[in-house]
């Protein structure tokens, strides 16, 4: 069964440093998610793709956080520079949702989670 | 905007009783309700969604219940196992202006199953 697959799967750094995750999708699955779970919360929606194009990023904290999925397939969320409160599980969903079409099932990847001392 | 809320935060069962996660949202427009299954360390997975046609959905000993008029919908589990331990969170589909979709998930409820 096709998976969504992220890495690294865990990541340590420092403050102010810049950190990368990668997400690949299952394959077909036009949308693709990036959310961020701190503990003890549900996943909380930081940018949606359509293909290669941002739908929504109103959560996204622009002035650190960025995320391009250049030929609508895997994609990649960058975080500089990163900061204590960035602490959180970074999770990465795909569905085979069209603009127009109905909500369909968002398969989670496995997640990144990422310390910053 | 959209807003889920859930309780309670923990339950805990024996073995084999009967276990009820509920979920209250406030968007009337929303129409698609998902429950995910996060098992420590993995990743969510969903078990079970209904769509605001119906109003009820079973699928062996899971089931989920959907109360437009109310706004919430209920996760019951029956018969629980010990494998049944897991955090499990609902969510609301939000249908923004602009047309594409999103969920909004609640904060989850962590489930103990003793034997």
């Known amino acids: 069964e096709a998976e969504v697959a992220q890495s690294p799967r865990y990541k340590i750094t420092e403050k102010s440093q810049a950190v990368a995750f990668w997400c690949d999708p299952i394959?077909?699955?036009?949308?693709l998610y990036w959310y961020r779970q701190i503990l003890g919360q549900g996943p909380e929606l930081l940018v949606q793709?359509?293909?290669?194009?941002?739908?929504?990023d109103s959560q996204l904290p622009k002035d650190r956080f960025s995320a391009e999925r250049l030929k609508g397939v895997d994609s990649t969320l960058k975080i500089q520079p990163a900061e204590l409160g960035d602490s959180a599980m970074y999770l990465c969903?795909?569905?085979?949702?069209?603009?127009?079409?109905?909500?369909?099932?968002?398969?989670f990847g496995p997640g990144t989670r990422l310390l910053v001392l | 905007g959209e807003n889920v809320e859930q309780h309670p935060s923990t339950l805990s069962v024996q073995e084999g009783d009967s276990a009820v996660i509920k979920c209250t949202y406030s968007d009337s427009a929303s129409n698609y309700f998902p429950w995910y299954k996060q098992e420590l360390g993995k990743r969510p997975q969903l078990i079970i969604d209904i769509r605001s046609n119906v109003g009820e959905k079973k699928d062996q000993r899971i089931a989920v219940t959907l109360n437009k008029t109310a706004k919430h919908f209920s996760l019951h589990i029956t018969e629980t196992q010990p494998e049944d331990s897991a955090v499990y969170f609902c969510?609301?589909?939000?249908?923004?202006?602009?047309?594409?979709?999103?969920?909004?998930f609640g904060t989850g409820t962590r489930l103990l199953v003793s034997p």
């Open positions: 793709f359509q293909d290669e194009s941002v739908v929504d």
């Open positions: 969903a795909s569905s085979l949702d069209s603009p127009s079409g109905s909500q369909e099932t968002q398969y």
């Open positions: 394959s077909g699955h036009a949308t």
């Open positions: 969510a609301a589909l939000k249908a923004p202006n602009t047309g594409f979709q999103k969920l909004v």
